[in-house]
């Protein structure tokens, strides 16, 4: 049963990943705390594309959870919050 949530979730997100977006701020954010120079709504997305990438849902966001990092996205807006590592 977890696992079919999880891979629900997960492909909500892929069904609306045209939608997903950062703030100004948030661009900013993410990069900072991800230590990356990437455009990170790209790179973000790159990372809920992957095979091992768990996304989880509760309350009003989305946490995907992927390699060493947990982006958090909200689940009506698609505004990437923030992201940071684990």
């Known amino acids: 049963m977890r696992k079919l949530v ?3 979730h ?9 939608r997903i977006h950062t ?5 900013g954010r993410i ?3 991800l230590g990356i120079n990437d455009e990170p709504v790209s790179y973000c ?11 989880k ?12 990092c947990i982006i958090t996205i909200n689940s ?3 505004t990437i ?3 940071h590592k684990n």
Request: net charge neutral; proline share 0%.
């Open 6 to 8: 999880i891979k629900m």
């Open 10 to 18: 997960k492909e909500e997100l892929l069904k609306n990943i045209d």
């Open 23 to 27: 703030t100004e701020m948030g661009v």
């Open 31 to 33: 990069q900072k705390n």
């Open 45 to 55: 997305i790159s990372k809920l594309k992957k095979d091992d990438s768990k996304v």
């Open 57 to 68: 849902k509760e309350g009003k966001n989305y946490y995907v959870e992927v390699d060493d």
């Open 76 to 78: 009506s807006s698609f």
């Open 81 to 83: 919050i923030t992201a």
